[in-house]
């Protein structure tokens, strides 16, 4: 089945800093991978989310790049403000594996003011 | 449309006590989910169901669901154990034909 492998496990970054995520992903056959955010207390929500067929997406300060080949993908979150401190989760579906998400192991990100 | 609900928010149980944890879903989708959420070890799925009447299982004990209607999908902890203590989260994908999918808010369940 697939594995998705996520870091760092924690970063810390100054307001106004940019903040880089990365996940592995292990079966090829991957083509859906979304990016889940989850303050605290709070259930995770959905952010951005990239298909196998397109190598970057953007959505106002934040980006996902996907690199097929290297089955690796990245959440890319510029000018840093403290309210997008949470837990970072990525994922992936594959193609036969219809609605069911394998997650990696989530990133603590903290912006300090 | 409130999206995915579950209840209770919280619970306490005793090693050996049963339970059933509720996720229902108005968006009228086929597919539902459980994960559990550890800390450190991100979500992990434990059982699926792609429509009514049918279920998959990811991990091999502990729980039992049904899937009776479209609309719910309770999970039960036959005979808890304190490796059940976690966060329960039930999810369905929306109606947007997309995968992204909804979370309910949780339950917390401690086993003593």
């Known amino acids: 089945g697939e594995n998705v492998e996520q870091h760092p496990s924690t970063l810390s970054v100054q307001e106004g800093d940019s903040a880089v995520i990365k996940c592995t992903y292990s079966?090829?056959?991957?083509?859906?991978f979304p990016w889940y955010k989850q303050e605290l207390g709070k259930r995770p929500q959905l952010i951005i989310d990239?298909?196998?067929?397109?190598g970057e997406k953007k959505d106002q300060r934040i980006a996902v790049t996907l690199n097929k080949t290297a089955k690796h993908f990245s959440l890319h979150i510029t000018e840093t403000q403290p309210e997008d401190s949470a837990v970072y989760f990525c994922?992936?579906?594959?193609?036969?594996?219809?609605?069911?998400?394998?997650f990696g192991e989530g990133t603590q990100l903290t912006v300090n003011p | 449309n409130a999206g995915v609900t579950q209840t209770p928010k919280f619970h306490i149980l005793k090693t050996g006590q049963s339970m059933t944890l509720q996720c229902a879903q108005d968006?009228?989708?086929?597919?539902m989910s459980w994960y559990r959420q550890d800390p450190g070890m991100g979500l992990r799925l434990i059982y699926y169901?792609?429509?009514?009447?049918?279920t998959d299982k990811e991990v091999p004990n502990g729980y039992n669901v049904s899937r009776l209607n479209t609309e719910d999908f309770p999970l039960r902890l036959v005979s808890a154990a304190p490796s059940q203590t976690s966060v329960y989260l039930c999810?369905?994908?929306?109606?947007?034909?997309?995968?992204?999918?909804?979370f309910g808010p949780g339950t917390r369940l401690t086993v003593l």
């Open positions: 990239i298909r196998s067929n397109v």
């Open positions: 968006m009228n989708h086929g597919y």
């Open positions: 999810a369905s994908p929306g109606t947007s034909g997309r995968n992204e999918q909804f």
């Open positions: 169901s792609a429509a009514a009447g049918t």
């Open positions: 079966d090829s056959a991957s083509n859906y």
């Open positions: 994922a992936a579906i594959g193609e036969t594996s219809g609605s069911r998400l394998t």
